[in-house]
């Protein structure tokens, strides 16, 4: 069953029953009004999330991105609506790119100094605005300056913002009815699939050593570590609460652990796939511009969904926090990403999406994807 429901979402999750679906996995409004969408003026109200706790069963959970910003008021409004907050999960990745003030230039500006020219450096624009590493032949060319006053010349090199590397992923629980055991039992939900989401391939050494320097007292435990060795399980490493893109920057740090806790960024082809004759064009503005549905014409498609999630990041969460064949609700649903990904792993799918653009290139993604299971 896969149901794309067109509306605001607090309105049309008003028309599901209660205790009907068993994970929300969803992409929300960051509220910091991303290239001028209203749309992401604010992070969803705690009436939203009031909502989506009804309609999940006991013990449900709920995943929802964040930006860095604004992940304290989301985590915040989530909890006033009657989640437990159970955890976070960090998303990391290489090619953020810094939308930072320069100090020097700005500097300059103020007084009225005109900087020099002393180099350039070209920069390859997707369609969403973001900057990456592209076709050469379709480079902007941006110039470096040399700053023109002495005030600026003491200012050169100072920004505004760090490079953003990260989303957070918030982890919530609807209350549970009595035990972990007993809910599970009855309702299907209130843990999470473990051995599901285990990273590392099969046959590693997926051994593990303790730190010494937490104490000797034996254990095992915090405070009691004492110096063991132990055997992790053949499926793999346990899910940690940090998921990382694999480009270079994102696993520097990481070194060979790295590799526990990879999924690589959206690809052009996961963006667009599905979208073979069906045209979408927009003109930004304030409202996200114009609009071209469905055609028969046979020029390039793309998904302008400006924060497209990886498929294979959202059947990871998916799967995470659903059990088999469950039913996963997404009230944000974007360019369709959790369905998509609900669809592989052979969950059913219910999303809710305001944008009527956004919706038809949501049900040509997953109808892609969807054959698999008919």
């Not at 505004?160 to 007993?182: D, F, I, N, S």
């Not at 998509?340 to 919706?359: H, N, P, T, V, W």
Request: a negative charge.
């Amino acid at each position: 069953m896969i149901n794309l429901m067109h509306g605001d979402c607090l309105e049309v999750l008003r028309t599901l029953p209660d205790n009907s679906v068993d994970s929300v996995v969803t992409d929300p409004p960051y509220g910091l009004s991303f290239m001028g969408k209203k749309w992401d003026y604010d992070v969803p109200s705690s009436e939203v999330w009031a909502e989506c706790l009804r309609v999940l069963k006991p013990g449900g959970h709920l995943l929802a991105f964040a930006g860095t910003r604004t992940q304290h008021r989301m985590a915040v409004r989530i909890e006033d609506a009657g989640f437990e907050i159970r955890d976070m999960i960090a998303w990391v990745y290489g090619s953020g790119f810094p939308k930072s003030h320069d100090v020097s230039k700005a500097i300059d500006k103020a007084a009225g100094a005109e900087r020099e020219v002393v180099g350039s450096y070209a920069v390859t624009r997707d369609f969403s605005g973001r900057d990456y590493v592209g076709d050469p032949s379709s480079a902007t060319t941006v110039n470096i300056t040399a700053p023109a006053t002495e005030a600026a010349r003491q200012w050169q090199g100072w920004g505004t913002a760090l490079k953003p590397a990260l989303e957070p992923v918030t982890v919530a629980r609807k209350p549970l009815v009595g035990t972990v055991a007993a809910n599970v039992l009855a309702h299907g939900t209130g843990a999470l699939n473990v051995d599901g989401c285990r990273v590392g391939a099969s046959g590693e050494d997926l051994s593990r050593v303790s730190n010494t320097s937490l104490g000797s007292a034996g254990g095992g435990i915090y405070g009691k570590a004492g110096a063991f060795v132990s055997e992790g399980s053949p499926l793999g490493r346990w899910p940690a609460n940090l998921i990382h893109s694999g480009e270079d920057d994102a696993i520097a740090g990481l070194g060979e652990a790295a590799r526990y806790f990879y999924c690589a960024k959206a690809s052009k082809k996961d963006r667009d796939e599905g979208l073979d004759g069906f045209v979408a064009r927009q003109v930004f503005g304030d409202e996200g511009g114009t609009y071209q549905g469905l055609s028969d014409s046979k020029e390039p498609s793309k998904n302008f969904h400006p924060t497209v999630k990886p498929t294979d990041l959202m059947r990871y969460l998916c799967r995470l926090v659903t059990p088999p064949g469950g039913v996963v609700l997404d009230p944000f649903m974007g360019s369709g990403s959790t369905g998509k990904a609900a669809a592989l792993e052979g969950f059913q799918f219910i999303g809710i999406e305001r944008e009527s653009e956004y919706l038809e290139i949501a049900r040509a993604r997953i109808n892609a994807v969807q054959h698999n299971f008919l």
